[in-house]
């Protein structure tokens, strides 16, 4: 039989599970919080991409296999660290996380998009989740005082801590992420941490003064933690944060900069919206393109609007006298869009994703505008082959659908922008391409219809000269067909994450991509 360290006053066999079970459950959430977080922390950086999740989850199996194996060796051969210890590390791991993400970015900026982003969660995120993954061998450690009865004690901490994570997955993400911040998220978390640090002290019946002095000093050093992120952040020179807001998607800030007299509006390291605020008119050049959509189909009255950005294509469209039902996903962006950048809707205006909410639509429309790849994150989802067809079907005969994409004419990540035309072609007989820039990294605008695209240069509209300047021709059969069941596009749009987020910061403040 196991016996009791005489001289351990940790948890003993006599005493009740609800405490242990309480403690593995907390950190257990704790692990899937700090996790789900990650992508908030560096997303604004590197993107939410399948390259941030990979690394964090990665970084997270790292840490818990690491700290079930320090766990319960220093549980065996080290009496004098005890439980309550390695809570205090979890707690302030996760304290110093916000001021830590500063130079941890800087410091990794120069390894590129996977490894910047990998090296990030490793740094950011390895000592918490180490101390949280530590305290599973502990209590079944301190929680088993017979060989018959181990296997349904581990059996039992390690299923309560998976219900835990359970509980902080779905807490997170359906009720905490839409009320409060990442920061105050952080914050909260470290305090339960040292809180719980100090409940272990207490409940284990330690006399040791360190003991309490340190569950006390965690305590402490947390509160400090939360007034000092709590003072409003130091301001941006050049820039001011007009609103910000933080949704289910991502970071979504209006900013004014006083350099040039824009006013942007910034989703994580995206520009999904700049408008020069004394001429009142969007600067984006793929955006003029498309404002040109209706010479080509004068009769056009309704058209859909997916991707709402600051709005500025639907006011573009309205003051030709076409009705837009406008889609977009992120509450926080349509928000912006009405109190910052004057829109309003003229025809329907829906907020969710954009493949359920096309198979509701009940119309059907002269003109389609797919406007969601700016050229940060993007939602490579929607270039499949069935959501392009979904839109295919709303469009009246002779209909146009226009997609605006961000990529290379040449060389790496030229692939991607030949898959999204060759997806088109398998979709519409007729498809035509031009670029905003003649350079090699550039807005290509996809015009696609059942009926030829026909564009008089002879007529009176400079702009339509201008448009055929920039056509820009794409050789038949190259790329490949996307679909769900094979979308490779992130990981053909590394060199465009890495170009755009290089432009993004010569642009913009490095300071207005941290929290």
């Known amino acids: 039989m196991l016996r009791q360290d005489p001289t351990d006053s940790g948890m003993t066999a006599r005493r009740p599970m609800l405490m242990p079970y309480l403690i593995v459950t907390i950190t257990g959430a704790a692990v899937m919080i700090l996790e789900l977080l990650g992508t908030r922390i560096i997303g604004p950086f590197y993107g939410v991409s399948l390259y941030v999740w990979a690394s964090l989850i990665a970084v997270t199996l790292i840490a818990l296999a690491l700290g079930y194996f320090l766990g319960g060796h220093v549980a065996d051969r080290l009496p004098t660290v005890r439980l309550n210890h390695v809570m205090v590390v979890a707690a302030l791991g996760t304290a110093v996380i916000p001021f830590l993400t500063s130079p941890v970015l800087r410091l990794t900026n120069s390894l590129g998009l996977r490894g910047g982003a990998f090296a990030s969660a490793l740094l950011l995120f390895t000592v918490p989740l180490t101390a949280l993954a530590m305290v599973g061998p ?51 978390l470290s305090l339960l941490l040292a809180t719980l640090a100090a409940l272990v002290v207490w409940y284990e019946g330690s006399d040791s003064v360190r003991d309490r002095s340190l569950a006390a000093a965690a305590v402490g050093l947390a509160l400090l933690t939360s007034t000092g992120l709590a003072a409003a952040q130091k ?3 050049g820039f001011t944060v007009r609103s910000e807001a933080e949704s289910l998607y991502g970071w979504v800030r209006v900013v004014d900069d006083e350099r040039r007299g824009y006013r942007l509006m910034l989703s994580d390291a995206s520009v999904i919206s700049a408008v020069d605020t004394k001429l009142d008119r969007s600067v984006l050049g793929y955006q003029q393109v498309l404002g040109l959509l209706p010479l080509l189909r004068p009769d056009a009255a309704h058209a859909l609007l997916i991707g709402l950005g600051g709005g500025h294509v639907a006011r573009d469209l309205r003051s030709q006298g076409i009705v837009t039902d406008t889609i977009e996903i992120d509450p926080a962006v349509a928000d912006a869009a009405q109190k910052f950048f004057s829109f309003q809707p003229t025809g329907r205006f829906l907020v969710g994703d954009a493949r359920y909410e096309i198979k509701h639509l009940d119309r059907r429309y002269d003109i389609i505008i797919h406007d969601c790849f700016t050229g940060g ?33 040449s060389g790496e990540g030229s692939d991607a922008v030949a898959a999204v035309h060759r997806t088109l072609k398998s979709l519409f007989p007729h498809v035509r391409v031009f670029v905003t820039e003649q350079s090699d990294f550039t807005d290509f605008v996809f015009l696609a219809s059942d009926r030829p695209v026909q564009l008089d240069a002879a007529g009176t509209d400079r702009r339509i000269g201008w448009l055929l300047a920039h056509e820009h021709p794409m050789p038949a059969g190259e790329g490949f067909i996307i679909t769900d069941d094979y979308n490779p596009m992130e990981s053909r749009q590394v060199r465009k994450s890495e170009a755009y987020r290089k432009l993004f910061l010569e642009r913009i403040a490095f300071e207005l991509l941290l929290r």
């Not at 450690?141 to 509980?167: E, I, N, P, Q």
Request: net charge negative.
């Open 377 to 409: 994150t993007e939602p490579t989802h929607l270039l499949a082959q069935e959501m392009l067809s979904e839109l295919h079907g709303r469009l009246i005969e002779g209909g146009v659908l226009a997609l605006n994409y961000v990529g290379f004419t």
């Open 235 to 237: 301001p941006v020179e």
């Open 138 to 188: 502990y209590v079944i450690k301190r929680s088993t005082h017979d060989l018959s009865g181990v296997g349904t004690v581990a059996g039992s901490v390690y299923a309560v801590s998976t219900v835990g994570s359970v509980g902080g997955t779905l807490l997170l993400g359906f009720f905490l992420l839409p009320l409060f911040g990442t920061r105050t998220i952080l914050m909260a």
